[in-house]
């Protein structure tokens, strides 16, 4: 059974020095915590949170390509907390994504999405940044997953992919309703552009968009120095053609303060895609198909973890 109506949180999540795992543990259980107190059944942290775990070896942690390797050697232990915290508070965790080492040697940057019963599905950044390709070294993945979840129907774009209109479009075109953005972008117009990404992706969808930044100033990463943004939740600024129902005017439902470490939370009703796919003042999700090249899509997986 799909819950039409639930509510969101999205981390704006700080970088910072871990004295050690158990310190790790302790932050991310009391964020987790805080994000179920505020009623969240799903809690979405950012793009490349897991790389403050750089800071448990002193030996790699002002080396770019040294923490990429720390990190990655510790997803494990990072992915088995997560599955025990989504169990405890009956939550829906999306991990902030690390660099995740294939077996072909090679880095792709990963965030996992965890059930409160245990499963877990993955998708991969399928578009690089210049950062990404020139000096870290990572590569993109393969494909869109859309994961087919009590929560309805949600697929991840991670920062830069959010800023390609056929990824979101080819989730949607197989069922999304809830499109996740974790980002870490180091200026305000990196964040600019993520969210406008996220927006323009819910107004042709006629879905919602979760965006959440890493904050912070990190002046021990090579990787991770400067971190700006807001966490936003997001809907098609639209209104029910019929019955008078509106989303926000400007499409936003929530807005965090740029560059704080909080939670930003809003409600999310799939009726209401509904509602605004079948019989909005507009209809993007529908008319997409009249553009020129509209049926050049990517493949989606889908991953049922109902």
């Known amino acids: ?24 543990v302790a932050k991310l259980s009391r964020w987790v915590a805080d994000a179920a107190a505020g009623g969240a059944v799903l809690a979405v942290f950012p793009e ?67 059930s409160p019963d245990g499963r877990a599905g993955r998708q991969d950044k399928l578009l690089m940044t210049r950062f990404e390709r020139e000096e870290w070294g990572i590569v993109g993945g393969q494909g869109i997953n859309l994961f087919v979840t009590p929560l309805g129907r949600l697929a991840v774009l991670i920062c830069y992919d959010s800023e390609f209109p056929l990824l979101a479009r080819a989730a949607v075109e197989a069922g999304a309703e809830v499109l996740l953005v974790p980002s ?22 006629q879905c919602y968009a979760v965006h959440c930044p890493t904050v912070g100033d990190v002046d021990w990463s090579p990787a991770m120095d400067h971190n700006r943004g807001a966490a936003g939740i997001y809907g098609p600024p639209d209104r029910h053609a019929g019955q008078g129902f509106a989303m926000p005017e ?24 509904a509602t605004l796919r079948a019989d909005g003042g507009v209809l993007n999700a529908r008319d997409w198909v009249e553009q020129p090249g509209a049926d050049r899509l990517p493949h989606v997986t889908i991953v049922d973890l109902t």
Not at 85 to 95: E, K, T, V
Request: hydrophobic share 45%; charged share 20%; glycine share 8%.
């Open 184 to 205: 870490c972008t180091e200026t305000m117009h990196g964040y600019w552009r993520v969210r406008i990404g996220s927006q323009a992706r819910a107004l042709e969808g």
């Open 1 to 24: 059974m799909v819950m039409s109506a639930w509510r969101v949180a999205a981390a704006q999540y700080p970088i910072e020095a871990l004295a050690d795992w158990d310190a790790y």
């Open 48 to 114: 490349y949170a897991a790389m403050e775990l750089a800071s448990l070896d002193p030996a790699t942690m002002g080396d770019l390509q040294g923490s990429i390797e720390t990190v990655s050697a510790l997803l494990p232990r990072v992915d088995a907390l997560h599955t025990d915290l989504a169990r405890r508070h009956g939550i829906w965790i999306l991990a902030g994504s690390a660099p995740r080492k294939r077996t072909d040697g090679q880095f792709v940057n990963t965030a996992r999405l965890f």
């Open 250 to 273: 400007d499409g936003v439902l929530a807005i965090g303060d740029e560059s704080a470490a909080q939670w930003v939370f809003a409600d999310l009703d799939l009726n209401h895609v």
